[in-house]
């Protein structure tokens, strides 16, 4: 299994543009989570899905949008680009977020520089 | 305002000695409390587990132990080993709307350096 896939790893915007950081999983997992993690600071959710065609906004979703079409994948798309959101991006899944959480597993990161 | 704290933001050790890396949170409603462990440029890998009706959970060479009563958690790596350096963070599980889509709430991490 590879489980969870992230791509690009590396990507340099200029401020206006818009990208998509794609996220893959082979777990067959339900639930799926962006974050972002800005230097210094922890993990904070950007959008999460609890299954194929149901998202949420999670703590910091402005700016950002996605989509769940599939169980697999969990693309995050970013709409004018804006310095702050130059950021590292962690894609993560679960099987369950039932009443003990559940363990995530994340995907490698994406270094996204907005200039 | 930080729910999760872990207040040291780097820890040194010397190999084969305990490291001891703490967090203390804020929010009572916490139930489920983890360590994870990350190494440069991967993402987080889940280390260990604690729900808050014990009071410590073993795993190997790691173990953490829960204080309810203080608010206060602590993972201990015992014997530390050169491997072990990486930034550990602390997440608390709490439910979210008050349904069954709960979200962790992360600390800063402590970036733990075992010194051969």
């Known amino acids: 299994n590879a489980g969870v896939t992230q791509t690009p790893k590396f990507r340099i915007l200029k401020i206006g543009q818009s990208m998509t950081l794609q996220c893959t999983q082979d777990?067959?997992?339900?639930?799926m989570y962006w974050y972002r993690q800005d230097p210094g600071m922890g993990l904070k959710l950007i959008y999460y899905?609890?299954?194929?065609?149901?998202?949420d906004k999670g703590e910091v979703p402005n700016g950002y949008n996605v989509s769940r079409s599939t169980t697999e994948d969990f693309p995050l798309r970013l709409e004018l680009a804006a310095p702050s959101q130059t950021s590292v991006y962690f894609c993560a899944s679960s099987y369950s977020q039932g009443l003990w959480g559940g363990e995530l597993f994340f995907g490698e990161g994406s270094r996204l520089t907005v200039l | 305002d930080q729910q999760v704290k872990q207040n040291s933001p780097s820890l040194s050790v010397q190999e084969g000695r305990i490291s001891i890396l703490n967090c203390d949170y804020t929010n009572s409603m916490f139930d489920y409390f983890l360590w994870y462990k990350k190494y440069p440029a991967e993402g987080p890998t889940f280390l260990i587990s604690i729900s808050s009706i014990k009071d410590k959970n073993e795993d190997g060479r790691f173990t953490v132990f829960l204080n309810k009563s203080a608010k206060h958690l602590s993972l201990h790596i015992v014997p530390s080993q050169p491997g072990d350096s990486a930034v550990y963070f602390c997440?608390?599980?709490?439910?979210?709307?008050?349904?069954?889509?709960?979200?962790?709430?992360w600390g800063l991490g402590t970036s733990l350096a075992v010194n051969p």
């Open positions: 899905s609890v299954g194929a065609g149901i998202t």
């Open positions: 997440a608390a599980d709490e439910a979210f709307n008050a349904g069954n889509n709960r979200k962790l709430i």
């Open positions: 777990m067959n997992h339900n639930y």
